[in-house]
């Protein structure tokens, strides 16, 4: 059932002398077009979205669609209040830009200037990160599975302790590879705190929602500076679909972020237009955001490109393909999904916010609808064959050490050709749309650049990590780590078996057992237990346990 409210229209007119999208649809059909995509996806994929789209620095639509609670039939409506995810991180690179003004913060500088002295105590290389280094996810560091998400506020502790639980190990030399780091953007939100001498909450609050009168949004990591906010998340639930269409509830739907500035902004769409449009002031006008529209138009020039030369990366603004320059960041908590898109030479941007988890038809569809899609190259003749890139490769956005890089061990993937331009990778079917340049023919619709070096494979680049050749060392981890599991997997079968042949044996002749029997059958049960406690942690990993709840297991 497709159910949909429109508010906020406001004339034609105002669209100014545009007449299309850059896709090329009318605006006065833009409506029409919005709610025949989003029937193909609301009550079948996703339970509910709520749409804006900003032109010329005012609301051109804001619409809804679906359920805030599918239950009980409450709709989604523009004062329905959703996670951001991770475009809550634009909110730390604005404020890194607004003490950059200031001249309390050089981008250039190495980040251990404004940290206490020894914060940071698993770093490998003697290069300085730098907070460049921070917004293009380069500092080098691995990714943690455990202490992000939480399913108690109480489990909430300060910035800078959370930053000490979680730290991760360096492992790649800053600048030198892209792997998504929620780590680094919490940590340029904790520098953000030491210069500003308040917690990083109480500076956007401050500087950020309270300028742009934002007031049906925060950030804190438990809502207690916003009640309002707070009493409306309860009104929404997070869902997950299965194949058959029917919509639950996720159990882990209500969670809380340890690493708050990495993903913990909660709010009406409304006001994160609000901060869109503060992103794109009107010719003439300062925006209100920064003393002048000098540092402001810094933030979003392109600071990284991929090694082909395309643009990469705006100081922590994604750049992403289109038919027309686009600057965005998508978001993921546990059961909410979001995009948000603008373009500055079009003025204009869209917003998508979704009540359901791993969304991608709606948050990256409609960004495509509407700015065009990509042009693909004409003379698919003359691209170089896929077979190239044939291999096994891995993400660099994984555990190095500790217990889950078993997980990393078992990740790695293949790139196999299906045709000269055509790719089947880590469950994703590619398309070459010109020299080393692919795109995912999904949802998703993301692209990798291809790097090479001599003629092989350098590394595979998307805009949120970089993918790697696997090493050899990697190959005899992914071995070994498969042979344990499989043999742990196996012994504790056999254990089983012989346990119910025991069963039977003994209903056919009962006799009291003896001592050593029963030490015999203890010992069986003992044998199965390392299996059946690794599974328990890789469950208890996944359901947001923290790690000092599960070093039991170690």
């Known amino acids: ?172 030399e800053p600048g030198s590879v892209v792997a998504y780091s929620n780590y680094g953007v919490a940590l340029a939100g904790f520098i953000v705190e030491q210069l500003a001498a308040q917690p990083f909450y109480e500076y956007v609050n401050e500087h950020i929602f309270s300028v742009l009168d934002m007031k049906n949004t925060t950030i804190h990591p438990t809502q207690e500076d916003n009640t309002n906010v707070a009493t409306k998340r309860d009104e929404i639930y997070g869902y997950i679909v299965n194949n058959d269409g029917e919509f639950t509830i996720s159990k882990n739907e209500r969670i809380y972020i340890g690493l708050y500035p990495a993903g913990s902004a909660i709010g009406t769409i409304t006001d994160a237009a609000k901060f869109m449009m503060a992103l794109m002031p009107a010719d003439g006008t300062n925006s209100p955001l920064f003393q002048n529209n000098r540092i402001l138009n810094e933030m979003l020039t392109t600071s990284d490109f991929y090694d082909d030369g395309f643009p990469r990366n705006a100081h922590g603004f994604w ?68 077979q190239e890139l044939e291999g096994s490769y891995y993400m660099a956005r994984l555990p190095y050490k500790g217990f889950t890089k078993m997980y990393s061990a078992l990740s790695i993937g293949r790139f196999e050709a299906t045709d000269s331009n055509s790719i089947d990778a880590f469950g994703m079917k590619l398309e070459q749309i010109a020299p080393y340049l692919y795109k995912s023919l999904d949802d998703y619709r993301v692209y990798f650049h291809v790097t090479l070096n001599d003629g092989n494979v350098k590394k595979i680049s998307m805009p949120t990590s970089d993918i790697l050749p696997v090493t050899q060392k990697m190959r005899m981890m992914n071995l070994f780590s498969s042979l344990a599991v499989a043999f742990s997997g196996l012994n504790t079968l056999i254990v089983l078996l012989i346990l119910f042949i025991k069963k039977i044996k003994k209903r056919k002749n009962p006799v009291r057992s003896s001592v050593a029997e029963k030490w015999e059958l203890l010992l069986l049960f003992a044998n199965s237990l390392p299996f059946i406690n690794i599974t328990v942690l890789a469950y208890r990993t996944l359901n947001y346990a923290s790690y000092s709840t599960l070093k039991i297991h170690f």
């Open 1 to 172: 059932m497709l159910t949909v409210l429109v508010l906020c229209c406001v004339p034609a007119a105002s669209a100014k002398e545009s007449i299309a999208v850059p896709s090329g649809i009318a605006y006065a059909e833009l409506k029409e077009y919005l709610d025949e995509y989003a029937s193909k996806y609301i009550g079948m994929t996703t339970a509910g979205a709520n749409v804006l789209i900003v032109k010329d620095g005012e609301i051109f639509l804001n619409t809804t669609y679906g359920f805030a609670d599918v239950e009980n039939q409450v709709k989604i409506t523009t004062d329905t209040v959703f996670e951001w995810g991770s475009i809550t991180k634009l909110l730390v690179w604005t404020s890194v830009m607004q003490l950059v003004e200031q001249g309390k913060l050089k981008l250039d500088e190495d980040i251990r200037t404004y940290l206490p002295e020894g914060f940071l105590t698993k770093i490998q290389y003697d290069s300085p990160i730098t907070m460049l280094n921070l917004m293009h996810h380069n500092a080098g560091w691995e990714e943690k599975f455990t202490d992000l998400f939480y399913m108690s506020p109480n489990e909430i502790k300060p910035l800078d302790e959370m930053l000490h639980i979680t730290e991760p190990f360096q492992v790649h």
């Open 319 to 386: 750049r992403g393909l289109y038919t027309v320059d686009v600057l965005e960041h998508a978001g993921n908590t546990d059961s909410f999904s979001s995009n948000f898109s603008f373009s500055k030479d079009e003025n204009m941007g869209v917003i998508v916010f979704t009540n359901q988890a791993g969304e991608a038809g709606l948050s990256y569809g409609l960004p495509t609808l509407l700015f065009g899609e990509y042009p693909a190259q004409e003379d698919i003749q003359t691209l170089p064959n896929a």
